[in-house]
């Protein structure tokens, strides 16, 4: 089971944007990657609302993500919230095996 949690950082001015491009250049996301219990984090570009950049940030249980949460990097990633100010919409999701009905829709 994987906890899977979709972040959509909205700013204006291209705030978002700068804040993911921030992130990987410092070398924060290499150090997220590396964490025990990461197995995704990744950002995306809304091509419907520029402003917006969706994080996709999946672990392999709650306990990676409390230790994730408790790390020095939240600090940094906070302080980069408030330097681009971004406000946040947070959905969270557990992963399932697809039933074997699915496999005739995925195209690999």
Do not use: C
Not at 1 to 15: E, Q
Not at 44 to 68: F, G, K, M, N, R
Not at 73 to 101: F, G, N, Q
Request: charged letters at 30%.
């Amino acid at each position: 089971m994987a906890i899977t949690v979709n972040l959509r950082y909205t700013g204006t001015g291209g705030n978002a944007r700068s804040f993911a491009e921030e992130m990987m250049s410092s070398g924060t996301v290499d150090k997220i990657r590396a964490e025990k219990g990461n197995l995704r984090y990744e950002y995306y570009v809304s091509l419907d609302d520029p402003e917006t950049v969706l994080l996709v940030d999946s672990w392999t249980d709650q306990a990676a993500i409390d230790a994730h949460h408790a790390s020095p990097m939240m600090t940094t990633i906070a302080e980069l919230r408030e330097k681009y100010d971004l406000h946040m919409t947070v959905e969270r999701y557990i992963s399932t095996e697809a039933p074997k009905t699915e496999d005739r829709f995925i195209r690999k």
